[in-house]
C-alpha cells in the first residue's frame, strides 16, 4: 500500500524548513532567514509510532504576489496540497496571526483536506505565550505548539496528524529503487527533464539561472524499473558563486551525487561543451559513480544526417577521461529518446554492480598478458601474479604483482579495456588497487 503523503505549507519564514528536517532526521531542505529559499516541492520520510509516511516540504505562499518566482512557488504548493492525505499548517508565534496566514488557512478549507495547526517557534516550556491563543481565530481547531529547532511538540504534531490517517497493513518494503542524480551547469534543462518525465510541473522552470536550490527527489515507476530521479541546483564555477543559499545549493548537490546510483550529465547542446561541463562529470567520476552524458535541446539544433556523430566524436575527446560513458541525444521539451535514456541508466547501473569470479578474471588476465607482454624497466619485467575483484559501485580490481612500480597507467588502461571488452561494462568507472608480493595492506 503506498504511504500517506503529509504535506507542510504556511507562508515564508515560518520554519517549515526547519520542521520538515526535524521530522525526518535529516538536513535535507535548505534552512536561511531569507524569505522564499525553499521553491520545489521537497520529499522525505518520517516514521511514527511503527509506520512510515512520505513528508513534502513547499516554499511559502504567497497567494496574491504577482513575482514569476513565487506564482510557481504557490502552485507547486498547490500541487502539493492536492496529492496530500494530510496538511499541516506552519504558523509563527513571534509574528503572530497575520493576513496572509488567513488567507492560507481559508485555501486549505476549500482543498478539504484534513488541516492539522502547526504553531511555531514555542520555544519556551511552561505556560502557552498569550500570542499562542489567536491561532484560534483560524478556525482550524486546537493549535499544536511546536518549537521546530528544538524538537519540543513534535510528537504531539504526528500523533494529531496520525489521527487523520486510515488504518492500513503494514507498508510493504520498498522494492529495488535506482538512484539517479541529474547533474549539470545552470539552464541545462535539468528541472524540465523532471517534468517532462513525470508528467508534471514537478520542479520549477524558468531562464533565470540558480532556480533550482534544493536537491529534489522524485519517485517515478515505469516498464523498466523504480526510481528516484534527483534534480540538483545548476553548479558554476565557484568563483561566480557568492551567495550563501547558492553555496548551499551546491553541497546539496554534490551530496546528491554521492547517494545516487548513476549520474546522468546534462550538456546543453545549444552551447557545447564548457570547462565546467569537465569539472561537474569529473565530481561524478571521482565519486566512483556510473554516469550517462545526456545532450539536451538537440530538438533546438540544426542538424544533417552528420550532424549527430560529429558532435558525438567532438564530446569524446572533451570526455576523454570517462571515455566509458555512453551518450545519449535528448530534448526534455519534447520527450525525445526518453525510453533510450532509462535503458542506459538500467545497463549502467547492472554494469556498475557487477561481479566476475577469480577465475574468470585471471583466464582473461593470461591471454591479455599473452596478448601483449607486461612493461619492463632495466631489464626487469612486470609479473602479475593473479587478479581479483574486492567490490562493486564501481568494480575495484586488486592486482598482485612483483612491482607497483613497474605497472604503468598504460598497462592499467589496456587492462580495463579487455575487461569492458570481454564482461560489457559499460557506464561504469573501474579501480584498481595494487598490491606488491608480500605487501600486508
Known amino acids: 500500500m503506498a504511504r500517506p503523503v503529509v504535506a507542510i505549507v504556511g507562508r515564508p519564514n515560518v520554519g517549515k524548513s526547519t ?8 538536513r535535507v531542505a535548505i534552512v536561511n532567514d531569507t524569505p522564499g529559499v525553499t521553491r520545489d516541492r521537497i520529499f522525505g520520510e518520517c516514521e511514527w509510532r511503527g509506520k512510515k509516511i512520505s513528508l513534502v516540504d513547499t516554499g ?53 483536506r484534513p488541516v492539522v495547526l502547526c504553531v511555531n517557534k514555542c520555544d519556551r516550556v511552561g505556560e502557552p505565550d498569550p500570542a499562542f491563543y489567536e491561532f484560534y ?25 496520525f489521527e487523520y490517517l486510515p488504518e492500513d497493513d503494514e507498508n510493504d518494503e520498498d522494492e529495488d529503487v535506482i538512484s539517479v542524480a541529474i547533474i549539470g551547469r545552470p539552464n541545462a534543462g535539468k528541472s524540465s527533464l523532471v517534468n517532462k518525465i513525470t508528467g508534471e510541473e514537478r520542479c520549477i522552470v524558468s531562464n533565470i539561472a540558480g532556480t533550482t536550490r534544493d536537491s529534489i527527489d522524485t519517485f517515478i515507476e515505469n516498464k523498466y524499473g523504480h526510481f528516484r530521479l534527483t534534480d540538483t541546483a545548476g553548479l558554476r564555477r ?22 545516487s546510483d548513476v549520474c546522468v550529465i546534462m550538456i546543453d547542446a545549444a552551447v557545447g561543451f564548457t570547462e565546467q561541463d569537465s569539472k561537474i562529470a569529473g565530481l561524478a567520476h571521482e565519486s566512483g559513480k556510473a554516469c550517462i552524458i545526456a545532450v539536451n535541446k538537440w530538438d533546438a539544433v540544426e542538424k544533417t544526417d552528420k550532424t549527430m556523430n560529429e558532435y558525438r566524436k567532438k564530446l569524446e575527446v572533451d570526455f576523454s577521461f570517462m571515455s566509458y ?65 574486492s567490490g562493486v559501485k564501481p568494480p575495484t580490481f586488486v592486482c598482485f604483482v612483483n ?30 588497487i595494487i598490491r606488491e608480493r608480500g605487501d600486508k595492506k
Open 137 to 161: 481565530n483560524l478556525g482550524l481547531g486546537d493549535p499544536i505548539r511546536v518549537s521546530s529547532v528544538h524538537g519540543h511538540g513534535t510528537g504531539d504534531l504526528l500523533d494529531a496528524v
Open 325 to 389: 560513458a555512453p551518450m545519449v541525444f535528448i530534448s526534455a521539451k519534447t520527450g525525445q529518446r526518453l525510453d533510450r535514456l532509462f535503458e542506459l541508466i538500467v545497463t549502467v547501473v547492472d554494469s556498475a554492480a557487477m561481479r566476475i569470479s577469480t577465475g574468470m578474471l585471471n583466464d582473461l588476465l593470461a591471454d591479455a598478458v599473452a596478448r601483449v607482454q607486461p612493461p619492463t624497466d632495466k631489464g626487469r619485467r612486470l609479473k602479475i601474479l593473479y587478479m581479483t575483484q
Open 403 to 432: 612491482s607497483a612500480e613497474l605497472f604503468h597507467f598504460s598497462y592499467q588502461r589496456y587492462l580495463e579495456n579487455r575487461i569492458r571488452e570481454t564482461f560489457g561494462m559499460q557506464g561504469t568507472p573501474i579501480r584498481f
Open 238 to 259: 565557484s568563483s561566480r558563486v557568492d551567495d550563501t543559499i547558492e553555496k548551499y545549493s551546491i553541497i546539496r548537490a554534490k551530496m546528491a551525487i554521492e547517494r
Open 60 to 112: 511559502g505562499i504567497e497567494p496574491y504576489s504577482e513575482d514569476i518566482i513565487l506564482k510557481q512557488m504557490r502552485r507547486q504548493a498547490q500541487l502539493a496540497i492536492e496529492a496530500a492525505d494530510v496538511i499541516i499548517l506552519v504558523t509563527d508565534l513571534t509574528g503572530g496571526v497575520v493576513a496572509t496566514d488567513h488567507d492560507v488557512a481559508m485555501m486549505l478549507q476549500k482543498s478539504g
Open 19 to 26: 520542521l520538515f528536517n526535524k521530522l525526518i532526521g535529516q
